[in-house]
């Protein structure tokens, strides 16, 4: 029997723009977030969630995976479409060494209104979610159990 392909949405961002990183993966209905993660731009930010996007995959099992961000700038470098800049090429070569990993890997660009892991980010900012989820949690007003 063929596995379903695990779906995990990834989102990363920064306050100010350079400023304090901080990510998000949604899978399964629930949230890993990684609050303060170092200094660096949103670019940085979303390149570090699609790698930990992969480290949940690992932790999850699965082989087979998407994984849905709304950075067209990360999405296309990932996926060879565009070439990575200078100071991305090492975000590209741990990205292609950890994708060995898997059986199959699909990278997809969404909107952000669908982006789960944005969302999360973005009710973390407005005080609606507990801070420092470093694992799974809720939430809340999207649907998304745990």
């Not at 989102?11 to 990510?23: A, F, L, S, V």
């Not at 660096?40 to 994984?67: F, K, P, R, Y």
């Not at 479409?81 to 950890?98: D, G, I, N, S, T």
Request: aromatic fraction near 6%; glycine fraction near 10%.
């Amino acid at each position: 029997m063929l596995e379903k392909a695990l779906k995990l949405f990834f989102d990363g961002g920064c306050r100010p723009n350079p400023g304090m990183m901080e990510t998000a993966v949604a899978a399964r209905g629930q949230v890993w977030h990684r609050p303060a993660i170092g200094q660096g731009t949103n670019d940085h930010a979303e390149w570090q969630a699609l790698l930990n996007a992969l480290e949940v995959a690992i932790e999850l099992g699965a082989t087979d995976i998407v994984l849905l961000g709304d950075s067209a700038f990360v999405v296309g470098q990932a996926t060879g479409a565009l070439k990575p800049h200078a100071e991305f090429a090492p975000y590209r070569a741990r990205y292609v060494a950890q994708t060995a990993r898997f059986e199959r890997v699909r990278v997809r660009w969404i909107a952000r209104a669908q982006n789960l892991a944005g969302i999360a980010l973005a009710r973390l900012a407005a005080g609606q979610m507990v801070v420092g989820l470093a694992r799974p949690g809720h939430i809340p007003g999207t649907g998304v159990q745990s």
